[in-house]
């Protein structure tokens, strides 16, 4: 046996990587074959259709910098005996501008409207001294120019080199030469993944911190490192990664003992069509966040991911940074074989201080998280807030394990959480998953036992979640809310759900010697059911006795769940709308829920203007919010404190309301600010 796994592994390295890839996938499948999942695509639900992104073709970026040089590339009238120095004198190809040795004071204008083949490549080119000059990559002429970089493993590569400008274009990378030969040039042929635009800080260069980016006015599509793949690589498993290789939009990434990649700017970015993750910024410091080699200052605004296959975007140990005017539609797309089919509209890991605001996430697919934006383990210090998200398969909230300070507020959720494992209408799914949650607050971590998150504050959202808005799929309606939470809010919220939310989410779970409770009732694990076995879903984990809460244990978990209105409640536990015994779930806790109608404008809608309640008197009874005992924070939330002063469309706030909109409101559809606020970028 021992001699046959020598000899396989000798074969698998003597293998192109191409068919070492289509052998690592074929491989993955096949141990993904006891979860079988149907390759349809899935349908929103309430007949919804996302909007297609548009984008646009103009030269848009204006810049006051002197340059050294400017050369120029027109693939059909430039010669690449040219200087380049001037339009006139362009050269042909980008093959013969990497044999120009770019550097800082250089500009490069690509010929717009042609398709210019091949990749751009600044590598190692920092001094010991900061440089005073740009780069600059862009366009001239009528239009956005092509980057084709099919064959390549970057549109744009920037590596160990800072103060890079990248406007104006336009890239693809769809597949290789082959499957059997993904990379054209010899010294590529050892990597398997593409990128529209990478930047990477690593331990090629001592000068390895990068500083200084600026990417605008760019449109990113149909990036695969595959030609084909006969077989969905949709993931079908918990951890299943096949290994074969992804197509990325913009990736900025410290490696290992690169130096960390500090200010950078993202605008007018469009990502359509790739087979991994949209936009991703990732470190290498600790897993908190807290030290050197991270990602630092990323501001990102006006962007669009659409049809990723993977996440839509995705922030790991990236700090002091902010989202906002931007969408997120249909991640985890499965329309093509090649794609993951999996993911978050955008999800974060290991930030500190990041702040997402007046985005739209809409249309997560595939099993595990897929929410539309979710805050995984080891943050501190992040805010989603005035975000409207809708139609995202996994749910709306998800604060997992060791977080601490982080909040959902004055959002808008339409119909999230429809994922539901045992609905025969929802078989694309396979066997492995859970069930969508609206709801999750739960001590999920890296570690064997849950732990926090600590001090959550989620306030004054808009919650539906209607039979209607779910058709044809049958909802779960889950919450997952956790005893390991150390300090939770949950106020003045609306949670506007028409079918009595299941009991299903209490889920008291025995691994590791100990309790793993993923449920609040007031009940935690005793001990493991006799003869329990493992589920694979809960990772390991086994059904479980369960006992009362003590007091100190009550007192640890903080909870301050009061003023929430609920469709389904009433002092009577019956309500007019349904006649529901007891409406709230058994175990469900509220110190003060309030009934009543928040009277929407319409609320079988899909858009936040439909979510404007009339009822002045119910929605002005909102509570103040107060700072947690457990939180020693200055303000509680590291974003402006507690006290927000507009309302989810920007209207002043008078008082104290509940949900995120005032009654009556104004509508300013800030979804829409990109096309008012399109300035073109100066500098």
Same mark, same amino acid.
């Given at each position: 046996?021992?001699?046959?796994?020598?000899?396989?592994?000798?074969?698998?390295?003597?293998?192109?990587?191409?068919?070492?890839?289509?052998?690592?996938?074929?491989?993955?499948? $096949?141990?993904?074959?006891?979860?079988?999942? #149907?390759?349809?695509?899935?349908?929103?639900?309430?007949?919804?259709?996302?909007?297609?992104?548009?984008?646009?073709?103009?030269?848009?970026?204006?810049?006051?910098?002197?340059?050294?040089? +400017? #050369?120029?590339?027109?693939?059909?009238?430039?010669?690449?005996?040219?200087?380049?120095?001037?339009?006139?004198?362009?050269?042909?190809?980008?093959?013969? &501008?990497?044999?120009?040795?770019?550097?800082?004071?250089?500009?490069?204008?690509?010929?717009?409207?042609?398709?210019?083949?091949?990749? #751009? %490549?600044?590598?190692?080119?920092?001094?010991?001294?900061?440089?005073?000059?740009?780069?600059?990559?862009?366009?001239?002429?009528?239009?956005?120019?092509?980057?084709?970089?099919?064959?390549?493993?970057?549109?744009?590569?920037?590596?160990?080199?800072?103060?890079?400008?990248?406007?104006?274009? $336009?890239?693809?990378?769809?597949?290789?030469?082959?499957?059997?030969? &993904?990379?054209?040039?010899?010294?590529?042929?050892? /990597?398997?993944?593409?990128?529209?635009?990478?930047?990477?800080?690593?331990?090629?260069?001592?000068?390895?911190?990068?500083?200084?980016?600026?990417?605008?006015?760019?449109?990113?599509?149909?990036?695969?490192?595959?030609n084909s793949a006969e077989t969905s690589r949709a993931c079908r498993q918990w951890n299943m990664n096949d290994g074969a290789g992804w197509g990325w939009g913009v990736f900025g990434q410290v490696l290992k003992k690169g130096k960390g990649i500090n200010n950078v700017t993202v605008k007018h970015v469009t990502v359509e069509n790739v087979?991994?993750?949209?936009?991703?910024? /990732?470190?290498?410091?600790?897993?908190?966040?807290?030290?050197?080699?991270?990602?630092?200052?990323?501001?990102?605004?006006?962007?669009?991911?659409?049809?990723?296959?993977?996440?839509?975007?995705?922030?790991?140990?990236?700090?002091?940074?902010?989202?906002?005017?931007?969408?997120?539609t249909e991640s985890g797309n499965r329309n093509d074989k090649r794609k993951w089919g999996r993911g978050s509209g955008m999800w974060t890991w290991g930030l500190q201080n990041f702040l997402f605001e007046y985005n739209v996430f809409e249309g997560a697919q595939g099993i595990a998280d897929c929410c539309g934006a979710h805050i995984d383990?080891?943050?501190?210090?992040?805010?989603?807030?005035?975000?409207?998200?809708?139609?995202?398969?996994?749910?709306?909230?998800?604060? &997992?394990?060791?977080?601490?300070?982080?909040?959902?507020?004055?959002?808008?959720?339409?119909?999230?959480?429809?994922?539901?494992?045992?609905?025969?209408?929802?078989?694309?799914?396979?066997?492995?998953?859970?069930?969508?949650?609206?709801?999750?607050?739960?001590g999920h971590n890296h570690k064997k036992q849950y732990e926090g998150p600590y001090q959550t504050y989620i306030y004054n959202n808009t919650i539906i979640n209607t039979k209607a808005g779910n058709a044809p799929y049958k909802n779960p309606n889950v919450f997952n809310i956790s005893t390991s939470n150390e300090g939770l809010v949950m106020?003045?919220?609306?949670?506007?759900?028409?079918? $009595? +939310?299941?009991?299903?989410?209490?889920?008291?779970?025995?691994?590791?010697?100990?309790?793993? =409770?993923?449920?609040?009732?007031?009940?935690?694990?005793?001990?493991?059911?006799?003869?329990?076995?493992?589920? $694979?879903?809960?990772?390991?984990?086994?059904?479980?006795?369960?006992?009362?809460?003590?007091?100190?244990?009550?007192?640890?978990?903080?909870?301050?769940?009061?003023?929430?209105?609920?469709?389904?409640?009433?002092?009577?536990?019956?309500?007019?709308?349904?006649?529901? %015994?007891?409406?709230?779930?058994?175990?469900?806790?509220?110190?003060?829920?309030?009934?009543?109608?928040?009277?929407?404008?319409?609320?079988?809608?899909?858009?936040?203007?439909?979510?404007?309640?009339?009822?002045?008197?119910?929605?002005?009874?909102?509570?103040?919010?107060?700072? &947690?005992?457990? =939180?020693?924070?200055?303000?509680? #939330?590291?974003?402006?404190?507690?006290?927000?002063? +507009?309302?989810?469309?920007?209207?002043?706030?008078?008082?104290?309301?509940?949900?995120?909109?005032?009654?009556?409101?104004?509508?300013?559809?800030?979804?829409?600010?990109?096309?008012?606020?399109? /300035?073109?970028?100066?500098?």
């Amino acid at each position: 046996m021992k001699n046959r796994f020598l000899q396989l592994s000798l074969l698998l390295y003597l293998l192109p990587l191409g068919l070492f890839a289509q052998v690592q996938l074929e491989s993955a499948l $096949k141990d993904a074959a006891n979860a079988p999942i #149907i390759e349809d695509v899935p349908e929103a639900p309430n007949g919804f259709v996302f909007e297609k992104p548009t984008t646009n073709n103009k030269i848009k970026y204006k810049s006051s910098l002197k340059f050294n040089r +400017t #050369i120029y590339v027109d693939a059909i009238n430039g010669k690449d005996k040219n200087d380049g120095l001037s339009a006139k004198e362009a050269i042909k190809s980008l093959k013969k &501008l990497g044999e120009m040795k770019l550097t800082f004071g250089d500009q490069v204008l690509l010929k717009g409207n042609q398709t210019h083949f091949g990749t #751009i %490549e600044l590598i190692n080119l920092n001094k010991g001294s900061k440089a005073q000059k740009k780069i600059h990559i862009g366009s001239y002429g009528k239009g956005k120019a092509t980057i084709d970089f099919k064959g390549y493993p970057t549109g744009v590569m920037i590596q160990n080199t800072s103060n890079v400008i990248v406007t104006d274009l $336009k890239m693809t990378g769809n597949g290789g030469p082959s499957n059997d030969k &993904l990379m054209k040039r010899p010294q590529d042929k050892f /990597k398997d993944q593409r990128y529209g635009i990478r930047i990477q800080s690593d331990e090629t260069h001592k000068h390895s911190l990068m500083e200084d980016f600026v990417i605008y006015n760019v449109d990113i599509y149909d990036v695969f490192l595959l030609n084909s793949a006969e077989t969905s690589r949709a993931c079908r498993q918990w951890n299943m990664n096949d290994g074969a290789g992804w197509g990325w939009g913009v990736f900025g990434q410290v490696l290992k003992k690169g130096k960390g990649i500090n200010n950078v700017t993202v605008k007018h970015v469009t990502v359509e069509n790739v087979s991994q993750m949209g936009i991703r910024f /990732k470190g290498s410091g600790k897993i908190d966040g807290s030290a050197p080699r991270n990602v630092n200052n990323v501001h990102i605004e006006y962007c669009t991911v659409y049809q990723s296959g993977g996440p839509g975007m995705q922030f790991n140990r990236c700090n002091n940074s902010h989202l906002k005017y931007s969408r997120i539609t249909e991640s985890g797309n499965r329309n093509d074989k090649r794609k993951w089919g999996r993911g978050s509209g955008m999800w974060t890991w290991g930030l500190q201080n990041f702040l997402f605001e007046y985005n739209v996430f809409e249309g997560a697919q595939g099993i595990a998280d897929c929410c539309g934006a979710h805050i995984d383990f080891n943050c501190k210090n992040v805010v989603l807030q005035n975000n409207l998200s809708r139609y995202n398969a996994g749910g709306f909230i998800e604060i &997992l394990g060791l977080n601490y300070n982080c909040s959902y507020r004055y959002n808008i959720s339409v119909n999230d959480g429809w994922r539901n494992m045992k609905d025969p209408a929802q078989a694309f799914w396979g066997k492995v998953g859970t069930p969508g949650c609206i709801v999750t607050v739960n001590g999920h971590n890296h570690k064997k036992q849950y732990e926090g998150p600590y001090q959550t504050y989620i306030y004054n959202n808009t919650i539906i979640n209607t039979k209607a808005g779910n058709a044809p799929y049958k909802n779960p309606n889950v919450f997952n809310i956790s005893t390991s939470n150390e300090g939770l809010v949950m106020m003045n919220n609306i949670f506007w759900i028409d079918d $009595k +939310t299941t009991t299903s989410w209490s889920m008291h779970r025995w691994k590791d010697g100990a309790d793993y =409770d993923a449920a609040f009732d007031f009940k935690i694990s005793k001990a493991p059911k006799p003869n329990a076995k493992p589920e $694979k879903g809960f990772d390991g984990s086994v059904a479980a006795n369960i006992r009362p809460m003590n007091a100190e244990e009550l007192a640890k978990v903080e909870l301050n769940m009061r003023n929430n209105i609920y469709q389904l409640y009433n002092e009577k536990g019956k309500d007019k709308y349904t006649k529901v %015994e007891n409406a709230l779930p058994k175990g469900y806790w509220d110190e003060k829920a309030l009934g009543g109608n928040p009277d929407f404008v319409n609320e079988k809608g899909s858009d936040a203007a439909d979510f404007v309640p009339k009822n002045t008197a119910l929605i002005s009874a909102g509570e103040k919010i107060e700072k &947690l005992k457990s =939180d020693k924070t200055e303000k509680g #939330i590291y974003f402006g404190g507690l006290e927000v002063k +507009t309302d989810f469309f920007g209207n002043p706030i008078k008082g104290n309301i509940i949900g995120a909109v005032v009654p009556n409101a104004k509508i300013r559809d800030w979804s829409k600010v990109m096309k008012e606020n399109d /300035k073109p970028l100066e500098n």
